[in-house]
Structures are given as structure tokens and as C-alpha cells.
């Protein structure tokens, strides 16, 4: 004899729970459709239908059963997301790039081809995401799941303070000291030599570059000056001062790329003494590279923090 749709239902409901809990349970159950089911019929409905009816309403017997078993039917809860969610995005910011870089860095010092530079650093970086964004899910399932806490607890004492949009006086001053220190240490460097190997004061910028690749130097510097004057008189960041600071990164890019890659812009007699005479051309080579990759990274940094800051500008109205 083909059991009803109640038995199914109670034995669907019952199955997954402890064995200790599932007679309580089916005997609650049974209790309940019975006097549903009756006061459908009270109201006129067919057994069939009024049966159906009340099956319908308790809704799927795996999310009743999670109910009495006081099982969650979500990956992470209120208690964890935002907790999960806050380190989740911190690690996809940090984690990725740094292998990226790291890659990008270790493939060009072996010499690698570009287009494997490009393919197995965006692949690692994008493998990693994938782990970082994988494991840190696991492991706030696992806490969702065993209920232990993390110790994590909210208080006023964690409000984060007002932030600007890098319009404030004391934004601007701090760029333009620096401009003048960087502008100070290039004259420095020319006249009186910046590095002293073996008691020798020696320039570390090639002496040629003077006056014309230093001037060009000079004058992206002072429309740096002039962004930052520009920002604080505004008071805001908008999308035209991002673009001006991304063209000017990227101008600076190319102005040490440049010189960099045709050798001229450390001096030479600055190689040759720093490293008594046994330096080759693959020392020249990595130190190059090095010294590119921080070219780059300081610009990129430069340019999205400029974006980062008109985007944030544009939010708070």
C-alpha cells in the first residue's frame, strides 16, 4: 500500500534529525496536519486538496527539518558576514596584487618573454584570488557552523574617523615639502653627490641628464605643485584632477623608463665605484629591472590614490 502524502512529508521532515529527536518530532507533526487538514475540511475543501493544502504551507521538509535541528540554511550568517565580508575584501585587495607583482618581478629578472611576463603573473595573481576568496569562505563556514566565536565584538571605539578627500591644507603642504625635498635632492645630487664610496662623494643620477632630461623632471614636478594648489582650491577631488594625475604619472613613467632602459640615467662612475669594477651586464640588468618596478609602483600607487580620492569625493556629494 503506497503511503499518504502526510507519511512521506513526516518521514522526509524526520530522517536527517538525531535518533533520539525523530519520534518527538513525527508525533508533533502528525499532531499538527491532523488539525490543519481537519479545519480545511471544516471549511469545505476535499481531503485530498485540504491534505495538500497544509503539506504546501509547512513548505520544503529539508528547511523544516534544518528548523528543528536548529541547523543554518545559509553559508555565513549576520553573526560573521560582516566580518568575513571586511576581511574578504582587505586580502583581495593586498594578497593579489603582491603576487602579481611578485611574479611580474621574478619573471622579468629571468628574462622571460612579455607575453609570459603578462600571462603567468595575471594567472598566478588570479589563482590566488581564487584561494584567498575560497579558504577564507571555508573557514567562516566552519565558525557558522560549530558557533564559535571569533572574538570579533563592535564597539563606538571602532567608528572610523571622518575621512578627507585629500583637499585639506595639510594635504597640500605635505606635497609640496615633498616636491621641494625631491626638487633639493636632485640639485643635491649634482653638485655635491648624494652616494660616498670609499670617502668619494659621487652623484647617483647621471651628471648628462643636465640640464634638458632634468628640466623635464623640474617641470612635471611643478605641475604635481600645481595639481596639489589646484585640489586644495577646489576642495574636492573631481574626475579631471584624476585624469591630470594619472597623465602625469604616466608621464613620469615614461620619463625614468625612458632613460632607464637607454642606460643613462644612473652615472656610471656611481656603478663602477659601488661595485669596485666587477659589475656585468646582467647585474646592470637586475638593478634596471629593480629599479623600473619601483618607478612603476610608486606611479601606479600615485594614480589610483587619485582615483580612489575623486570616486570618494564624488559618493559624499
Known amino acids: 500500500m503506497a503511503a499518504t502524502l502526510t507519511a512521506r512529508y513526516i518521514d522526509a521532515v524526520t530522517r536527517s534529525l538525531a535518533p533520539n529527536a525523530q519520534e518527538d518530532v513525527r508525533v508533533e507533526l502528525e499532531a499538527s496536519i491532523a488539525d490543519a487538514v481537519e479545519a480545511r475540511l471544516e471549511q469545505g475543501e476535499s481531503p ?6 497544509v503539506l504546501t504551507e509547512l513548505g520544503d521538509p529539508a528547511a ?7 541547523r543554518p540554511l545559509h553559508l555565513i550568517g549576520p553573526r560573521y558576514y560582516l566580518v568575513w565580508w571586511r576581511l574578504l575584501k582587505l586580502l583581495l ?3 593579489p596584487v603582491s603576487v602579481l607583482g ?3 618581478l621574478g619573471q622579468t629578472l629571468a628574462n622571460a618573454p612579455i607575453g609570459e611576463i603578462i600571462g603567468t603573473s595575471i594567472g598566478a ?8 576568496a575560497f579558504w577564507v569562505t571555508f573557514v567562516f563556514f566552519l565558525l557558522e557552523r560549530t558557533g564559535a566565536d571569533t572574538g570579533v565584538r563592535w564597539n563606538v571605539d571602532m567608528l572610523p574617523e571622518p575621512q578627507e578627500n585629500g583637499t585639506g591644507r595639510s594635504e597640500m603642504i605635505a606635497s609640496l615639502v615633498f616636491l621641494v625635498i625631491a626638487a633639493g635632492a636632485v640639485i643635491w645630487d649634482h653638485f655635491r653627490g648624494f652616494a660616498f664610496v670609499d670617502g668619494v662623494a659621487v652623484p647617483v643620477l647621471n651628471p648628462e641628464l643636465w640640464p634638458g632630461w632634468i628640466t623635464a623632471l623640474f617641470l612635471l614636478m611643478g605641475a604635481e605643485g600645481a595639481l596639489a594648489i589646484a585640489v586644495y582650491g577646489s576642495r574636492r577631488w573631481t574626475r579631471a584632477f584624476a585624469v591630470a594625475n594619472t597623465a602625469l604619472a604616466v608621464l613620469f613613467v615614461s620619463w625614468g623608463l625612458t632613460l632607464l632602459v637607454r642606460g643613462d640615467l644612473i652615472n656610471p662612475v656611481f656603478i663602477e665605484l659601488a661595485f669596485t669594477g666587477r659589475v656585468d651586464g646582467e647585474v646592470l640588468r637586475i638593478l634596471a629591472v629593480l629599479t623600473g618596478f619601483m618607478i612603476v609602483g610608486i606611479s601606479a600607487w600615485d594614480a589610483i590614490d587619485g ?3 575623486a570616486r ?3 559618493t559624499s556629494g
Open 64 to 70: 523544516l527539518a534544518a528548523g528543528y535541528a536548529e
Open 307 to 309: 582615483w580612489r580620492k
Open 102 to 104: 611578485a611574479v611580474a
Open 93 to 95: 585587495i593586498i594578497v
Open 312 to 314: 570618494r569625493a564624488a
Open 48 to 53: 485530498d486538496a485540504a491534505e495538500r493544502g
Open 125 to 132: 595573481a588570479v589563482t590566488v584570488a581564487m584561494h584567498v
